[in-house]
């Protein structure tokens, strides 16, 4: 079974960079036809879109975070990353990632479990 997995650094400090990287494994998909996303969850709030890389490498940001984001993706590795710069305390989330197909005929939607990032000093 396809499944996605979200690794990287528990606890960052304030003013730092978080890199954060999603993989794929358990199955063999074509990334390009794929939308990659990340979704982060705030402790006590609701989800929240961060943004998303698309079929042809285009990239899309919430206006709220464009600034201090970069999302990237490696075909050849199955393999999505994110990365956001100068870290706040209130960017301390819960980090998912997905992967949507929605064509014609094939129809997929990939969650991972996400990961737990803590910005703090």
């Known amino acids: 079974q396809v499944q996605l997995q979200e690794s990287g650094p528990g606890l960052v400090k304030p003013s730092q960079t978080l890199s954060l990287t999603c993989t794929v494994s358990?199955?063999?998909?074509?990334?390009?036809?794929?939308?990659w996303s990340w979704i982060r969850q705030p402790p006590g709030k609701g989800l929240e879109y961060m943004g998303v890389?698309?079929?042809?490498?285009?990239?899309y940001y919430s206006p709220s975070l464009k600034s201090r984001t970069s999302i990237s993706r490696d075909t050849s590795k199955s393999t999505v990353y994110l990365q956001m710069n100068d870290l706040k305390p209130e960017d301390t989330a819960v980090y998912y990632c997905n992967a949507k197909r929605d064509g014609r005929v094939f129809k997929s939607n990939y969650w991972g479990q996400g990961t737990q990032v803590t910005v703090s000093s």
């Open positions: 358990g199955g063999s998909i074509t990334t390009s036809y794929y939308a």
């Open positions: 890389i698309v079929y042809d490498g285009s990239t």
